[in-house]
């Protein structure tokens, strides 16, 4: 399933993530939640190219740059330059449909 973005965002306020999120949208649900290590472990679980990117932010938090650059290149994507908060609106965005997400 891939929610709108507003739909996303809402859902946010809720006890549980929306049922059937793709790995990398619920990695992301978890992050915004604050909880880094549940968000770490589903993208870390996953192969694909939009959990590489969630797993490449979640170790921008965790400020290894180094392990970062290594999920970028994973997902096919340059190093992020904008905040963090900024790339997580921007993960968001693709994945419920509003810019590139994997194909």
Known sequence: MT????????????AA?????????????YL????WDRA???AQDD???DAAWVHALLHR??????????????AGRPHAKSST??????IAEALCGH???EE
Do not use: T
Request: charged share 40%.
């Open 47 to 49: 192969d694909g190219h």
């Open 85 to 90: 908060d900024d790339e997580w609106r921007e």
């Open 61 to 74: 938090i965790e400020g290894d740059e180094w392990n970062a650059g290594y999920w970028y290149r994973r």
């Open 32 to 35: 915004a939640r604050n909880d």
């Open 40 to 42: 770490h472990r589903i």
């Open 3 to 14: 929610p709108d973005r507003e739909r996303f965002l809402s859902s946010l306020d809720d």
């Open 99 to 101: 810019g590139r997400a």
């Open 17 to 29: 993530p929306p049922a059937g999120l793709s790995p990398a949208l619920e990695a992301l649900w």
